[in-house]
């Protein structure tokens, strides 16, 4: 692997130790512009990249205790087949599409990582106070998760940045046990894609594992450095990065 790659790597990993997400919106981008892939094998690339990184973080979050297991099978299922569904119809889409709808999300991620959730605006740092937002709304959960599943596969995002915020409004996670939860719904939907792509794409190997590698070092990085950083000023600065990485891309589509 070359420098460049080695740190865009870590960048990845960092994201997801931080922020519980954000690493696979930047994983195709890099994967497309830095490194010179298609678009669909940065896609399919991308996610392989991103569950084995999530599943890592995942189970650090779970060694502190921060990984709900009933709320991830509650969320879990419907995203997981959606992402396949997703990943198997991509094969229909231009390559245009993709990158213009992948920009799009990336900026609708900006607006929510500039905002923040209401967990992350509450002082106390736990679940907003309505109790009837803790009450689990099945429903919800299932049209999010395939939603969400739907645009993992077609675009290669986790979705980190919309599971957090489900996780905390509609089933009252703390903001701490809602990011542990996260990788691991970005784990399972990006697995899930990953085999979608397969036999449609050409994979290189060796650059995954390369890629995986650091990016794995990054997420033990960002997960040491989290009690130590503003997340708010965290959350703003990649929000502002999102606009950037979008707007480039809606430039070279």
């Not at 678009?39 to 709900?68: C, P, Y």
């Amino acid at each position: 692997m070359t420098l460049p790659a080695i740190l865009f790597a870590f960048l990845v990993g960092l994201s997801l130790g931080i922020l519980g997400g954000g690493g696979s919106i930047l994983t195709v981008p890099i994967f497309r512009y830095a490194l010179g892939m298609g678009v669909k094998e940065s896609i399919g690339m991308g996610l392989g990249v991103v569950a084995l990184t999530s599943l890592v973080g995942m189970f650090r979050h779970w060694k502190q205790g921060n990984v709900d297991l009933k709320a991830l099978a509650v969320f879990a299922p419907a995203a997981v087949l959606s992402t396949y569904g997703g990943a198997r119809f991509a094969a229909l889409v231009p390559d245009v599409v993709q990158m213009v709808g992948l920009a799009l999300v990336m900026g609708a991620a900006a607006i929510l990582m500039w905002s923040g959730t209401p967990a992350s605006r509450n002082p106390t740092g736990g679940a907003p106070a309505s109790t009837e937002s803790k009450r689990p709304r099945p429903e919800v959960i299932i049209g999010l998760g395939i939603g969400l599943g739907f645009l993992t596969g077609l675009l290669g995002v986790g979705g980190g940045f919309l599971v957090v915020p489900a996780l905390v409004l509609f089933l009252g996670l703390e903001m701490k046990r809602a990011v542990g939860t996260s990788l691991g719904v970005i784990a399972l939907n990006a697995a899930s894609g990953f085999v979608g792509y397969l036999g449609q794409v050409t994979m290189d190997w060796v650059l995954i594992a390369g890629f995986t590698g650091v990016a794995v070092i990054g997420v033990f990085a960002g997960a040491a450095l989290v009690p130590r950083l503003s997340q708010q000023h965290l959350r703003r600065g990649f929000a502002i990065f999102l606009v950037v990485v979008a707007t480039y891309i809606l430039i070279k589509r």
